[in-house]
Nanobody
Framework: QGQLVESGGGLVQAGGSLRLSCVAS????????MGWYRQAPGQQRELVAS???????VYGDSVKGRFTISRDNDKNAVYLQMNNLNPEDTAVYYC??????????WGQGTQVTVSS
């Protein structure tokens, strides 16, 4: 399924914002489900948000109202706008692509650290 490369992570103070980007090395099709997961130290990986083409986005309970996922198929990209960040959002964030029977592809991840 090609590579997924995340960028935009970093260190931010609580209450701040970051915008993560993920660019795929090959075309994103309309039927691909794009998403973001995160994993904090010592915790399981969890869904942050996912988006279909033209359908409603799905968000994890802890980020609803603060994070927004979007996609641009022409640019082979998916984005995650994160506002009002808090220390509990500190994690490695992974971009994903679900393509039917091919399963889920994962990016390498980008670190987000929120200081209090």
């Amino acid at each position: 399924q090609g590579q997924l490369v995340e960028s935009g992570g970093g260190l931010v103070q609580a209450g701040g914002s970051l915008r993560l980007s993920c660019v795929a090395s090959e075309r994103i099709f309309s039927f691909d489900i794009m998403g973001w997961y995160r994993q904090a130290p010592g915790q399981q990986r969890e869904l942050v948000a996912s988006i279909t083409d033209g359908g409603p986005a799905v968000y994890g309970d802890s980020v609803k109202g603060r994070f927004t996922i979007s996609r641009d198929n022409d640019k082979n990209a998916v984005y995650l706008q994160m506002n009002n960040l808090n220390p509990e959002d500190t994690a490695v964030y992974y971009c994903t692509r679900d393509r039917g029977g091919l399963g889920r592809a994962w990016g390498q991840g980008t670190q987000v650290t929120v200081s209090s």
